[in-house]
């Protein structure tokens, strides 16, 4: 009986005792499993796309969409790249930080890089390496400004201008170019076709640091409304020939002599001619004091075109002062190409004095696509709509200066 009850309690205990082992042994079956899971997804994936940039369907996907969107536009990258081991090992979604600064981990690790890119109704910008950027971004030919905490700033803007020069080139422009390439600055020339031959090298140079090729007539002609479309037609054709013959390229825009020119003649030339807001009269002054103070004293409204002349000794000087002064009380120098663009503007056969927001607002400018600029995100864009406090001052002056200034008329560079 005691023997019986004995035998049967082992027997109990012996099924109890192997009961537990299935338990242990299903824990750690599935236990195994969700290590398994964890080790490939969380690791292996990653050093796969690491290694091998692996998943490449998928980034082009997103990078496609986002292109189509809005070419300033971050885009998702996988985890790839050595600099991103130590983000790889931080895979849960939201902002990180590091020694090299702050980024943002999506729920999909994949993290932002290369543009723009909305986080809580709070635009950011991440540079190549996926890192948040502060202070002034270009992009383009604009150039944004972000906040320390990341945030873009709509309200800080560089304003642009456009340093235009005439009549060369010749012997001082290649410091005037000089000037140029040390600030980071672009201008437009507007070049005698019958300089151009005498200077390639020069024209070369202006090519290769981003300025703009104007065209200023053959000969400088007094004046191209009165001496026949044809003569017109050959005026600027000689000058490209000239200009393709130094450079293997033609001029982009074009500049009338005495600023002399009719609708007829701009459908002639066929380019988008160029005037100005703001005469720095150096080719009269001829006085680097004067000069200076007349384009920094001046009417420096964001979208003004600005004239001066490179054949004169003075103005060469003077640039030595005004581009980097400009540029410290924080202009942006473009040529006028750039500043259309900037500014939304489609250059068409027509004639442009400036680029202000009260004119591109009162639809005095050719070509100008309201609301569609080239900028980035929506964000982006609203804070650029918001610059009519910026235009204070140039509205009365705009109406007198549109068609050329009074001096005009006596304006002689002596060619
Ligand atoms: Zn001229």
């Known amino acids: 009986m005691d023997k019986n009850r004995y035998r049967e309690r082992m027997r109990k205990k012996q099924q109890q005792l192997r009961r537990r082992r299935y338990m242990r042994l299903a824990t750690y079956a599935v236990a195994f499993v969700l290590l398994a899971v964890f080790v490939v997804r969380g690791i292996i994936f990653p050093i796969i796309d690491r290694v091998g940039g692996h998943k490449p369907d998928e980034t082009v996907e997103v990078q496609a969409q986002v292109a189509a969107a809005d070419p300033n536009a971050a885009v998702r990258q996988p985890l790839k790249g050595q600099g991103d081991v130590s983000k790889a090992s931080v895979l849960t979604p939201g902002w990180h930080e590091d020694e090299n600064g702050r980024w943002y981990q999506n729920a999909d690790h994949t993290y932002y890089t290369g543009g723009f890119q909305e986080i809580d109704g709070v635009t950011y910008c991440f540079d190549g390496n996926g890192y948040m950027q502060t202070g002034w971004v270009t992009k383009g030919v604009k150039d944004y400004y972000f906040n320390d905490d990341g945030s873009y700033n709509p309200d800080i803007r560089r304003p642009m201008l456009a340093l235009t020069f005439d009549d060369g080139p010749g012997e001082y422009t290649d410091g005037i170019l000089d000037v140029l390439e040390e600030n980071n600055a672009h201008a437009?020339?507007?070049?005698?076709?019958?300089?151009?031959?005498?200077?390639?090298?020069?024209?070369?140079?202006?090519?290769?640091?981003?300025?703009?090729?104007?065209?200023?007539?053959?000969?400088?002609?007094?004046?191209?409304?009165?001496?026949?479309?044809?003569?017109?037609?050959?005026?600027?054709?000689?000058?490209?020939?000239?200009?393709?013959?130094?450079?293997?390229?033609?001029?982009?825009?074009?500049?009338?002599?005495?600023?002399?020119?009719?609708?007829?003649?701009?459908d002639t030339v066929q380019k988008p001619f160029f005037m100005w807001s703001l005469d720095s009269l150096d080719w009269k002054l001829r006085d680097v004091q004067a000069d200076y103070d007349m384009v920094l004293n001046g009417d420096l409204t964001d979208g003004t075109i600005i004239l001066m002349h490179d054949i004169h000794q003075a103005s060469a000087e003077a640039i030595k002062r005004i581009v980097p002064d400009l540029v410290a009380q924080g202009y942006k120098l473009v040529t006028v190409s750039e500043l259309a663009e900037a500014k939304g503007v489609t250059l068409q056969n027509a004639s442009y004095s400036d680029f202000w927001d009260s004119s591109l607002a009162n639809g005095e400018v050719a070509g100008y696509n309201m609301g569609s600029t080239d900028s980035g995100s929506d964000a982006v864009s609203d804070g650029e709509a918001s610059s009519e406090e910026l235009s204070d001052g140039s509205w009365e002056e705009s109406g007198e200066l549109s068609d050329g200034s009074e001096d005009e008329s006596v304006y002689s560079d002596g060619q």
């Open 188 to 266: 437009t020339f507007f070049m005698l076709g019958q300089n151009v031959g005498l200077y390639p090298e020069v024209v070369q140079r202006m090519k290769a640091i981003g300025c703009e090729l104007g065209s200023h007539s053959w000969d400088h002609p007094m004046t191209l409304v009165t001496i026949g479309l044809d003569s017109v037609a050959k005026q600027f054709a000689d000058t490209d020939a000239a200009l393709i013959e130094a450079c293997g390229q033609a001029s982009t825009v074009a500049r009338a002599p005495y600023g002399e020119w009719n609708q007829d003649v701009i």
